[in-house]
């Protein structure tokens, strides 16, 4: 996945919907930080989205552009509509959006150190992955994201066992504090 594919997405999204302002929250967010990320950060198939002004009716989307579509069919990639709710972003997440503006449409990203964040909350071998090329090219920064993990909502294990994956990508990574 890359921009140019995310803006043909949304820009789509926007001439069925009407809507110009979307949120990405997933993965494919690191695209609003840096153009070229390592592929391990962009191989997702799915955009994480929801309209700016009324995530309600972001799944309106669905049948047009989401999973299973004419869209996925034709082009390979897919909207999946979300809740602003669903990630565990820490406090502040909305704060530090990292917009672009693509001319009809506009995006707004998760910044990248709130994506880690909820990634070590879930801890799926598929996030291990984005975290760990993330590290690698200095495009998380690990103090950051120790930081801001504590303010994210977390059920019952969740923070510890977080914690606990922060601290072997800090072993096997040889990311010292800062």
């Not at 009407?18 to 592929?39: C, K, R, T, W």
Request: charged share 30%.
């Amino acid at each position: 996945m890359n921009r140019q594919q995310l803006h043909a997405l949304l820009r789509k999204a926007r001439e069925l919907s009407g809507h110009q302002e979307f949120v990405i929250v997933g993965s494919l967010s690191i695209l609003g930080a840096v153009s070229d990320p390592p592929d391990a950060m962009v191989m997702s198939i799915d955009v994480d989205t929801y309209m700016r002004r009324d995530p309600s009716r972001t799944g309106e989307l669905q049948a047009a552009l989401g999973q299973g579509s004419d869209f996925e069919n034709e082009f390979g990639y897919y909207l999946d509509p979300v809740s602003p709710n669903l990630p565990s972003f820490p406090e502040g997440w909305q704060d530090r959006l990292i917009e672009i503006d693509f001319g009809e449409v506009r995006a707004y990203f998760v910044e990248p150190n709130d994506v880690a964040v909820s990634k070590y909350m879930r801890g799926e071998e598929r996030d291990l992955r984005w975290l760990r090329a993330g590290l690698k090219s200095k495009l998380l920064d690990m103090d950051t994201i120790e930081r801001r993990i504590g303010s994210a909502p977390a059920l019952d294990g969740e923070l510890p066992a977080a914690r606990k994956r922060i601290a072997s990508h800090r072993q096997s990574l040889k990311l010292v504090s800062g």
